[in-house]
Every structure is written in C-alpha cells, then in structure tokens.
C-alpha cells in the first residue's frame, strides 16, 4: 500500500523519481536519506507553524460563534472561568497525547501513525474497540455540524441582503436545505485531495479565514457596545424569568458543551504530528510549542469574541453571533464575514475527515488486497498533454466513491438535524472526556510507568473522573435542547 503519512498517497507523478523511490525503500535505505523518514515514508516537511495551522483551523471553526451565547448562560463571572478553564485542560492533555506519538525513546521510538495506533501502542483489548469507533464517530459527528454551520452561514449572506433591501420587519425566511447541499458538492471535490500533508495549502487559507470573521465579529460587537453606551450581561448569567429554573439548569450545561467543543481537537493530534519532520528536536516537542502557540492565540480569540458578543448583547446574546441577526448593518461586512466562515469551514471539514478517510482506505485495502477497485490508480494528466510525463492526479475508484458517499450521507442527516447550537454542544460532550481526557491520561500513565496509586497517578485519575462528570452533564443539557427543537421541527422544510 502506498502511503504518505499514514494516508493513502496521491502523488505527483514523476516517473524516474518515482522508480528511484520504490528500489530505495525496497532495499530499506532509509537512514540518513534525503527522501525518507527513519519508518522507509517519505520525508515529512511539517513544522510548529504548519502544525499551528492544522490546529487553529480545526480549534476555531463554528464553535466561536456559539460562545456569546454559552457566556450569556453563564455570567460573566462563570463564563470566562469555564472557558480559561478547558483551554488549560485542552494544553495539558494534548501535551500528554504528544508525548505518545512514539513508543519509548521520544526521538527513535516506533511511530503511532493515528489516534488509534497510539491507544493500540499503549492500551488492549476493548479500550482499542471503543476508542476507534468513539474517535471516528466523533468525526462524523463533526462533518455534521460543519455542514449546518456552513449553510447557516451561506443562507446568512441572502437573509442579510433581503433584509437591507426589504427592511428589518420582514421575515425572510430561507430553507437551509439548498445550502447544505452546495457545501456538500464542495466537499465531494475536496474530498479527493488524497493526503494529510496535500491539504496544508487549505489549513493556511482557513486559518487565515477564521481570523478574519473572528475579527469581524468582535468589531461588530465593540461597536455595538458603544452604542448602548456601557456593557450588557450580569455576573449570573441570563436570569430565572427570563428563562425557567429548569432550562437555566438544562442551557447552562449546554453551554459547557459549546465551550469544550470549541476547543475540541485532540481527535486528530497525531495524525497532524505525523506531519511534523523527523527530529532533531523531536515531535513531541514542536507539537507542544505548536500546542502552546494554537490553544493560546484561540483563548484570546475565545475570550474577546465569546465577552464582546455578551456585552453586547447581554441576555438576549444570539446563538450564532454573525448569523443570528444580532447584527443587521453593514450588511456587506456581515456579507464577507459569513463568507470567510464557508471557506474556512470547507477547510475545517477536510483536516477533521482525512484520518477518517485514511482508516477506512487501509482498512480495506488490507482486506481486499488483490482488488483493482480497491488498489488501482487511474493516471489523469493535470496538463492538456495526453501522456503523464508531466504532472498528474492518481484517481482511485474506491477514493472516490467511498468519500463521495460520506459526504453525501452527513449531507442529508445535516438536512434532518439543523440545530447548530445544540448539535455543537452534544457533540462537545461527547468527544471532551473520552478522546481530550481518559485515553491521553491513560497512555500517558502507561508510557511513563507511573505507578498505581501514586500521587501523580491519583490526580490524573482525579482530572478524568472530573471530566467525565462534565461529560455528563453537558450531554444532558444538549439532548433536553435537541428534544425541545423536534417538538416543531419538520424534516427538510426547516427555514431560518
């Protein structure tokens, strides 16, 4: 199986470098080569900035935009707290999952190419069963809610140009359906890009992307600030009245499930440091400055973005803070900040679904070894030259069939599920304690020898117990929302 970090490989073809790379790593000349790793793949070409990038893009997505709204909950005393709070966590534990990338020696150890390898590394039995099937359903999980917050965001733009031109009285109504449905048709040529490594170009569009509607909405929510001439919000958070006690209790939960997901990226730490080149320094070690780098410049963002959107709004914060029309004007402004959400998010989806992409393709070519659908590359010159002698594009059957098939799969559950705020919270309680929490802590006890019962061993025990706890809670806040939304919700005709 050819593969370039993990992923199954769609290279340029270059045929005498090609041929010259095959004999090389058929005669096991790795070491010191000029195209190889210590493990016989091709030389990785990552570093702390790329790495930065790949988190930044997957860590700000659609999950800033929800913060106004889970602060309001909270108040302004518990909210930041909360926040400060799991980005601490998140830098911790993703510091302990980076120290499991290799197996003994953090320079020379045998690689753990994938989540899953890393928990297979250290970990047996059914922990390996459940972490798989939790760290991939998480996955599918998030290209769901990539896709709502996408169309959201796309049927944002002509709700904000209907409402310039017809007034701010009219309704405007809009079905999200044709919008998910054009994000899908993106994805499926996306999707094709066959590599970790290939899509850095897109992580560094969407990075940049995020930054811009970020800081769009925190200048909106500055101005609007001044304009009410002092800060909203209580130190409490939306008050009983306002709400009922119950669904104080049930939105403050949720709102700790929108905090955790907007940090959540540990589900695909180390296939992004399986980008990273070979030492020195070592892996872990430029994953943990570019773990510093991403969780510190997404806190900031957090904080301004998620604080300005309550003192703006105080109680009455949207649940989306560019699409829920808290913001009416400038209404080109709002226009290019929704825009920039689509790009980045169809780079977001690509960095979240690769692992995803690269399980299920090894999976079945060591299944279905001897299968051309499965194993054949179809050669499609990128130039009007008929022949390959210049660049061009590997098309694989089964790569494009499968992944145009997951796309179009969570496309249509997006169009029967399109609740962006409590989709987002449940999928943060879901993915925080198992994949940011229990297995990082447990592989990392494994990988250290840390002894049972030991202190250090019974406050890392301490912090998952803890977590889960949250974990709890917080999926419980999200389900009671999702069920509240079904009671008038009607499949494909829901408009915004």
């Known amino acids: 199986m050819g593969e370039i970090n993990g992923v199954v490989a769609g290279k340029q073809c270059y045929p005498a470098a090609a041929m010259e790379m095959e004999v090389s790593a058929e005669l096991g000349h790795t070491a010191g080569s000029k195209l190889y790793d210590d493990d016989g793949r091709l030389k990785r070409t990552g570093t702390m900035w790329t790495a930065s990038a790949h988190i930044i893009t997957a860590v700000i997505g659609s999950g800033v935009l929800s913060l106004g709204w889970a602060i309001a909950q909270l108040g302004w005393v518990a909210g930041p707290a909360v926040m400060l709070l799991f980005s601490i966590l998140t830098y911790y534990t993703s510091a302990l999952l980076a120290d499991c990338y290799r197996s003994g020696d953090e320079s ?54 209907c409402f310039h031109v017809k007034g701010h009285g009219d309704p405007c109504n809009i079905s999200s359906t044709p919008y998910m449905i054009i994000f899908g048709v993106v994805e499926i040529f996306f999707s094709q890009i066959p590599d970790f490594d290939q899509i850095s170009w897109l992580s560094m569009l969407a990075a940049v992307m995020s930054f811009t509607y970020s800081t769009i909405g925190l200048g909106l929510g500055i101005v609007q600030v001044v304009a009410n001439k002092g800060v909203q919000g209580s130190l409490t958070g939306i008050s009983i009245g306002v709400v009922t006690p119950i669904d104080k209790v049930w939105r403050s939960l949720q709102a700790f499930g929108d905090i955790a997901f907007a940090y959540s990226y540990s589900l695909i730490l180390i296939e992004i440091q399986d980008t990273i080149r070979a030492p020195p320094p070592s892996e872990a070690k430029v994953m943990r400055r570019a773990t510093v780098v991403s969780v510190a410049v997404t806190t900031l963002f957090y904080m301004l973005c998620g604080c300005m959107g309550y003192a703006a709004f105080g109680d009455n914060a949207p649940g989306n803070l560019l699409t829920g029309f808290g913001f009416y004007e400038p209404f080109w402004l709002l226009d290019i900040a929704n825009a920039a959400i689509v790009i980045h998010l169809v780079g977001a989806y690509q960095v979240y679904c690769q692992p995803l992409f690269a399980f299920v393709e090894k999976w079945a070519q060591q299944r279905w070894s001897k299968s051309w659908y499965i194993t054949k590359d179809i050669d499609v010159p990128l130039s009007f030259s008929s022949s390959c002698a210049g660049r061009c594009y590997k098309v694989n059957l089964f790569r494009l069939t499968w992944r145009s098939a ?55 025990q301490l912090l998952s117990l803890a977590c889960l706890i949250i974990t709890v809670a917080s999926a419980t806040g999200s389900v009671a929302g999702i069920m509240s939304d079904l009671k008038v919700y009607k499949p494909f005709a829901t408009t915004y």
């Open 108 to 161: 020379t150890g045998k690689r753990n190419y994938t989540y899953m390898d890393a928990v297979n590394a250290n970990l047996s039995g059914i922990k390996v069963q459940v972490c798989g099937f939790l760290q991939y359903a998480n996955i599918v999980g998030v290209a769901i809610g990539y896709t709502i917050a996408a169309s959201i965001s796309m049927l944002a733009i002509k709700r904000a140009n």
């Open 406 to 460: 997951f796309v179009v799969v969570t496309t249509v559950v997006s169009m029967l599920l399109p609740f962006f705020n409590d989709v987002v919270g449940l999928l943060g309680a879901l993915g925080f304690w198992p994949l940011t929490v229990y297995f990082p802590v447990e592989m990392y006890i494994v990988q250290k020898r840390i002894p049972n019962w030991s202190t250090r061993w019974v406050c890392l």
